[in-house]
């Protein structure tokens, strides 16, 4: 009895001494990263009180972190976290640490480099990201929950260590607009998902606006998109509609677009092959017609003349093994690597010749 009173006891101190050990910041206080606009609610990606008639589904998603990211410097040894979600159910075609978790970059010798992941457990977690670095001032990026909501979030280190708010480390601004695959299913961490890995690998800002299941091209979901003032808009929407959608829907996008943003340069993308349908025949078919009609509609642009206009075709995206995806449709790490590898030069070229380098 007295020894387990002694180990009680013993256990309480440690673990008061441990949480002394660590300071809690509010990390509203440090760089958001990774926003199409400011907002009101500072975890959303736009303020969709400035807009009427979405879809309810995409008022709802744009309210996930998705592409989200905080941006601080530190000296501290370690890094901890203390967050809370939302009660909505995990997304079966994802991790726990994409879906609720948290991701944490360092920049070591100038690059980014993956440090520690916060693993979700509950609706509120605490726990040590990263331990036992030294003590030299770094730059951290924390990448956001690519399918949640964020309530709360603290970013806790060393009691005696500097912290204070980082740079945005990620030049002009690139909106990509898309389905489930531009939010980020199924990476298995919120900084793997593609708009991030591009950010990265090139120091241009890619703005996550991916709608899991919900990128349709609706009229007031266009006139959203082209509300967004950015330096080039890629289109990766058709994965959600289908083959009468982009044929209906495809010209109102880009010209709402280019009403807006006369000289931006706009590059639209087709589905990527999903693996599913090299067995199911019937959404072989209909993936075919999706990347088949959008292909008509860009042409059909542009012969109106509609200028800076770009297209990439998906063929080689996930690779040829049949092995670049989670599910038969959305890509795993080894397909959003592959994707990345194989639109990363196009989209650079595109880019560079309208000065966004």
Known sequence: MLKRLLYTVA????????????????????????KAQETDSFYHRLDTNKYKGLPKRVTQLLANTAGLAISFKTNSTSISAKWCVSRSRPNQYLTPIANKGLDLYVKIDGKWQFAGVGKNTALCSDEVIINNMDNTEKEFLLYLPLYDVIRQLEIGVDSKAKIETGINPFRHKILIYGSSIVQGASASRPGMAYPAKLSRLSGINFINLGFSGSAKMEPEVADMVASVDADAYILDCV???NAQEIKQRTAYLVNAIRKKHPKAPIIVMQSVIRERGYVDKKMGEAVRNQNLAIQNEVLKLLQANVKDLYF??????????????????????????????????????????????
């Open 11 to 34: 256990l309480i101190t440690l673990l008061h001494n441990t949480s002394a050990q660590v300071k809690f910041y509010p990390a509203k206080q440090f760089t958001m990263v990774g």
């Open 312 to 357: 990439i075709t998906s063929e080689k995206m996930l690779g040829f093994d049949h092995e670049g995806s989670i599910d038969g449709t959305h890509p795993n790490d080894l397909g959003f690597e592959r994707m990345v590898n194989y639109i990363y030069p196009i989209i650079k070229e595109t880019l560079s010749k309208h000065g966004i380098n």
């Open 239 to 241: 994965p959600n509609a």
